[in-house]
């Protein structure tokens, strides 16, 4: 998948849903993990939904659309208006906060329920933590991260 093919399906999507007057301008970049992402920019609060629940439907259906087009897996991530950029500064400071509780407190702490893609950057950013454990518990959409005391 190349991004300009990205950027267009992304286009015919959201103008087939009737936001194509809503959107300002739809941008691609290949960040440093290769992962292609397309941001959108306009006046697009009920593309995002609670807690970005439409954005993430949104981005499903653009992958399933690319991957039945090319016959592979579509790797890409959609933003709209640095909405998942800015959840995942929110989210390095409440991992942050957490894990500083967790080191004075010597006791768990869960996170709020969150998706896998979250669970898996909290996961990832407390690895490299020895004194601390992480483990995600609950079903969805209740699944969680519990940050604790390494034993």
């Not at 409440?94 to 869960?110: C, E, G, L, N, Q």
């Amino acid at each position: 998948m190349d991004m300009e093919e990205a950027k267009n399906e992304t286009k015919t999507l959201l103008e087939s849903l009737g936001f194509g007057d809503a959107i300002e301008d739809i941008e691609t970049y290949q960040g440093v993990t290769s992962r292609i992402t397309v941001r959108i920019r306009g006046d697009a609060r009920m593309l995002i939904g609670e807690y970005g629940n439409n954005l993430a439907a949104l981005e499903h259906v653009l992958r399933r659309i690319m991957a039945k087009k090319q016959g592979a897996e579509a790797h890409f991530t959609l933003d709209i208006n640095d909405y998942r950029m800015k959840r995942m500064e929110d989210l390095k400071q409440d991992v942050k906060s957490a894990a500083h509780a967790v080191r004075i407190y010597k006791k768990p702490v869960p996170l709020r329920p969150m998706s896998s893609f979250e669970r898996r950057i909290v996961h990832l950013l407390l690895a490299e933590y020895p004194d601390i454990a992480t483990e995600s518990v609950g079903n969805d959409p209740e699944r969680r991260v519990v940050i604790k005391p390494y034993p």
